[in-house]
């Protein structure tokens, strides 16, 4: 298949980055890769579903990878996943043989071993130049359900459903596929009734997902729903303001470095340094702008406040406020010319997921969320018209229009951007700047 036409299937099907910030697909295929990777370190705590996909759709998956290896002639293609995943090791044992031209990779059970820049350094040994992408260094990485919605989208079925950990406080841990455009009070009752009388919820991981109600929307990137109770320090800890987090900083900040010796960018070479953002931060220095514009390198994977910082400080929350406030100056990430140094002591400072689970709180959440196809109850979708990176989708359907589940109802907008097709069969009720509506029938 020609690379133009690969690109053209994951466009018109909707296909997005499904476990990040929903990157269009079609234009991270390039033939200046030479190996690809598919991504199944399941990043975060409490998160199951990319190696329950893999586990459950292996075939399926490894001939969309296989074709989107040899359409951008990649050299070398990786399932990578980590060694503690014996049951999804096994799963997939039977199949990889049929393809010859796919590897498993094992990892340390690391956070955050799923993070791209990370993942391309434990399986090929190259450093992704700070502020670029894999690609720079001939890596392509794609997760697990991205490349089994390429399957789908081959036998015409574009992106409608999504697949949704659902765990903590709730009676029965599961992983659900449901239609795109419900609600997650709504995929919520299939885990069973809320086990904490004041509930508070995280839409994604534990670390680097977002707080967010019953009302929430479920899109192509929502991969998990959290339900902890209200005092928990995860929950407290995103309900801080941004100039408390400051004079906290600047009462307690010891300058341990702990942020830093621990901050998985940094031990790559990166020129994130936590600490010195702390240090001159809490204390209104001015006339040192590197740490504020290094600020601009960090991942946000949330070690140096949940898991280094002695202090119970949040050094992640104050870096992401000056990256907004950098960004809204009109300061871009520049890559650094220099090439980058990994640390000799990277071996020793990687944090054990089981540790990091604990440390947060986490470990008795840690339970079975076996893979369920029940539908829920729903009377309507509200698809967003932005889930992806680039231009929102534009609407091709009006109110009052009948439509049926996979049609097109929103084209690609101008630039980078890709379709939407409707979850379900029904009637589309509003059409709006930022959503479409549809009245299931």
Do not use: W
């Amino acid at each position: 298949m020609k690379l133009t036409d690969l690109q053209g299937i994951l466009k018109d099907n909707g296909i997005v980055g499904a476990g990040g910030a929903g990157f269009p697909t079609y234009a991270k295929l390039s033939e200046k890769a030479d190996t690809v990777i598919l991504n199944c370190a399941e990043c975060e705590p409490l998160l199951k579903l990319h190696r329950q996909v893999l586990e459950t759709h292996p075939q399926e998956i490894f001939e969309a990878l296989d074709l989107i290896s040899k359409t951008v002639n990649a050299k070398r293609v990786c399932v990578a996943i980590k060694q503690s995943y014996v049951q999804t090791a096994e799963a997939i044992a039977p199949y990889i043989e049929f393809f010859p031209n796919i590897e498993i990779c094992k990892l340390p059970d690391v956070y955050p071993a799923g993070d791209e820049v990370i993942l391309t350094y434990e399986v090929t040994g190259r450093v992704v130049p700070p502020g670029d992408i894999p690609l720079s260094v001939g890596v392509m990485v794609l997760n697990v359900e991205t490349v089994y919605n390429l399957y789908r989208a081959m036998n015409g079925r574009p992106v409608t459903r999504k697949y949704v950990t659902i765990a903590g406080e709730v009676e029965n841990p599961v992983t659900v596929r449901v239609p795109i455009g419900v609600t997650v009070g709504e995929i919520i009752k299939l885990a069973g009734s809320i086990t904490t009388p004041d509930p508070a919820f995280i839409i994604g991981g534990p670390m680097m997902g977002v707080l967010g109600s019953c009302a929430n929307i479920v899109t192509k990137t929502t991969n998990a729903v959290l339900v902890l109770p209200s005092d928990h320090s995860l929950i407290r800890r995103r309900q801080s303001k941004t100039f408390i987090d400051m004079k906290r900083a600047m009462a307690a900040c010891c300058q341990c470095s702990y942020c830093t010796s621990l901050c998985s960018r940094n031990l790559l070479g990166h020129p994130i340094n936590p600490s010195e953002f702390m240090r001159v931060a809490s204390n209104s220095i001015t006339n040192d702008a590197a740490p504020y514009i290094n600020a601009m390198y960090c991942s946000g994977c949330g070690l140096c406040e949940q898991y280094s910082c002695v202090q119970n400080l949040s050094p992640r929350m104050l870096l992401a406020a000056c990256k907004a406030e950098l960004r809204k100056a009109g300061v871009k990430l520049q890559p650094v010319t220099e090439p980058p140094v990994v640390s000799e002591k990277r071996p020793l400072r990687q944090v054990p997921m089981s540790r990091l689970t604990s440390r947060i709180g986490l470990k008795g959440y840690n339970k079975p969320a076996p893979v369920i196809e029940a539908v829920p109850n729903f009377k309507k979708v509200t698809v967003l018209l932005s889930q992806h990176v680039g231009a929102p989708s534009v609407p091709v359907v009006k109110k009052g229009d009948n439509v049926t589940e996979k049609q097109l109802i929103a084209k690609a907008g101008e630039g980078l951007s890709v379709a939407l097709h409707s979850p379900v069969n029904g009637v589309v009720t509003a059409v709006g700047k930022t959503a479409i509506i549809i009245q299931k029938s």
